[in-house]
């Protein structure tokens, strides 16, 4: 089964999406696809965070900040996945090198691939991305084209995925399919 | 008149053409100069016409109030701006209560109103 799930900040998508990852897998072996690649105090922090947030759940971390889809060859048969987050895999797509660069502009499609490729071949996969497209705000041609690349990844995840969830302050909406916990 | 509002890219135009047959041609779509073909099958970027709106000191509702005859068979969308934290800046406020507004008050005369998330259409009415 593949759950997408979106919504703003704080809004509780990691650990819903740590739940659902967990009730899927069952016995089963189960990855948390670590996508941010820390560059300073503030990220470290965010991800000391998140370790310990799903410390005791039982999840083997791998660290894939480019290339996501390496997750299907690093792990056990029939694993169940959750990849956290879209968001930054398309940032480190777009830096391939280092973040002083050009951005790449195969990045968005680069990110497609491999997240289609993990929905298609893993037994179980959970995304999150974030939602940021609602606000009264005129961007730089950067920002611009990274919320329009973030989107179609959205776009093609959510149209791939069982099920799509929206978490809006905690409260869950179901956009499509069907979920418990 | 069926209203469709979502963030940006979220998959508006695609809904209009897939869902109420709207084509590529019959799509205006509004920029921060005030233009409006209120003939157009389907009138999108009224998030743009909002923000002419209040630098012009426009009252959004009331001009399309005035339009009313025209539109009320067609197609409207609209980027949902209005959700975001309060931005900086008294223009960028004053633009997301007039966008907010102007949601409202289409909604409340819509025949149905759809909220697009990630491509998926959501019924709001």
């Given at each position: 089964?593949?759950?997408?799930?979106s919504?703003?900040?704080?809004?509780?998508?990691?650990s819903?999406?740590q739940?659902?990852a967990?009730?899927?897998?069952?016995?089963?072996?189960?990855?948390?696809?670590?996508?941010?690649?820390?560059?300073?105090?503030?990220?470290?922090a965010?991800?000391?965070?998140?370790?310990?947030d799903?410390?005791?759940?039982?999840?083997e971390?791998?660290?894939?900040?480019?290339?996501?889809?390496?997750?299907?060859?690093?792990?056990?048969?029939?694993a169940?996945?959750l990849?956290?987050?879209?968001?930054?895999?398309l940032?480190?797509?777009?830096y391939?090198?280092?973040?002083?660069?050009d951005?790449?502009?195969?990045?968005?499609?680069?990110?497609?691939?491999?997240?289609l490729?993990?929905?298609?071949?893993?037994?179980?996969?959970v995304?999150?991305?974030?939602?940021?497209?609602?606000?009264?705000i005129?961007?730089?041609?950067f920002?611009?084209n990274?919320r329009?690349?973030l989107?179609?990844?959205?776009?093609a995840?959510?149209?791939?995925?069982?099920?799509v969830?929206?978490?809006?302050?905690?409260?869950?909406?179901v956009?499509?399919?069907?979920?418990?916990? | 008149?069926?209203?469709i509002?979502?963030?940006?890219?979220q998959?508006?135009?695609?809904y209009?053409?897939?869902?109420?047959?709207?084509?590529?041609?019959?799509?205006?779509?509004?920029?921060?100069?005030?233009?409006?073909?209120?003939?157009a099958?389907?009138?999108?970027?009224?998030?743009?016409?909002?923000?002419?709106?209040v630098?012009?000191?426009?009252?959004?509702?009331e001009?399309?109030?005035?339009?009313?005859?025209?539109?009320?068979?067609s197609?409207?969308?609209?980027?949902?701006?209005?959700?975001?934290v309060?931005?900086?800046?008294?223009?960028?406020?004053?633009?997301?209560?007039?966008?907010?507004?102007?949601?409202?008050?289409?909604?409340?005369?819509?025949?149905?109103?759809?909220?697009?998330?990630?491509?998926l259409?959501?019924?709001?009415?």
């Open positions: 089964m593949t759950v997408f799930i919504g703003g900040v704080k809004s509780g998508k990691s819903l999406a739940k659902i967990v009730r899927l897998a069952g016995p089963g072996p189960k990855y948390y696809v670590a996508t941010m690649i820390p560059y300073d105090e503030e990220d470290r965010r991800v000391r965070r998140h370790i310990a799903r410390a005791g759940l039982g999840f971390t791998l660290e894939l900040g480019r290339g996501v889809e390496r997750c299907l060859d690093l792990a056990a048969p029939g169940t996945f990849v956290d987050s879209v968001t930054a895999l940032l480190n797509e777009m391939p090198e280092n973040p002083a660069g951005a790449d502009k195969n990045a968005a499609r680069r990110s497609i691939d491999g997240l490729k993990v929905a298609r071949e893993a037994k179980n996969a995304f999150v991305s974030d939602y940021i497209y609602s606000d009264a005129r961007y730089d041609d920002t611009e990274y329009a690349d989107a179609s990844i959205d776009r995840l959510a149209a791939a995925c069982d099920t969830l929206e978490l809006c302050a905690g409260n869950i909406y956009h499509k399919g069907e979920w418990e916990l | 008149m069926d209203l509002i979502g963030g940006a890219y998959g508006k135009r695609a209009a053409k897939s869902h109420f047959s709207v084509r590529e041609d019959d799509i205006f779509t509004c920029r921060e100069d005030g233009k409006v073909d209120w003939s099958r389907c009138i999108a970027g009224l998030e743009n016409l909002a923000l002419w709106c630098r012009e000191g426009v009252d959004p509702v001009l399309f109030k005035k339009h009313e005859s025209q539109w009320e068979n197609v409207l969308i609209s980027e949902d701006i209005f959700c975001g309060v931005p900086l800046g008294a223009e960028n406020r004053a633009w997301r209560e007039a966008a907010g507004r102007l949601c409202g008050y289409l909604s409340s005369r819509a025949d149905s109103v759809t909220r697009m998330f990630c491509g259409a959501q019924r709001l009415k």
